[in-house]
Nanobody, 121 residues
Framework: VQLQASGGGLVQAGDSLRLSCAAS????????MGWFRQAPGNNREFVAA????????YYQDSVKGRFTISKDGAANTGYLQMNRLKPDDTARYYC???????????????WGQGTLVTVSS
């Protein structure tokens, strides 16, 4: 299964974007889909994750209340709705899948290519 992230772009602070992560095949209910981001010069950091079967969600503290992770199981596609964007949210965003919950990059074994989000002040 390959993952394809899309939806990034250049926006102003306070704007919204919705990222998509389309899987080329079926995602089993036992998996999790996560979103990570990497700003220039920084390590890749966990943003959010969702259990594909139950829909249980997890968030990094800095995005709670602003970002919402969701899924469309029938379409094998995950989403990251990002509201009230800040310049600090500027990064390349990656989707990935894991077999168990983790906030560590090493916990995810399949990665999309990333989509760039730039938030201007």
């Amino acid at each position: 299964v390959q993952l394809q992230a899309s939806g990034g772009g250049l926006v102003q602070a306070g704007d919204s974007l919705r990222l998509s992560c389309a899987a080329s095949g079926r995602l089993y209910s036992s998996l999790l889909m996560g979103w990570f981001r990497q700003a220039p010069g920084n390590n890749r950091e966990f943003v959010a994750a969702i259990r594909w079967g139950s829909g249980l969600t997890y968030y990094q503290d800095s995005v709670k209340g602003r970002f919402t992770i969701s899924k469309d199981g029938a379409a094998n596609t995950g989403y990251l709705q990002m509201n009230r964007l800040k310049p600090d949210d500027t990064a390349r965003y990656y989707c990935a899948t894991a077999t168990s919950y983790s906030t560590r990059e090493s916990g995810y074994n399949r990665w999309g290519q990333g989509t760039l989000v730039t938030v201007s002040s």
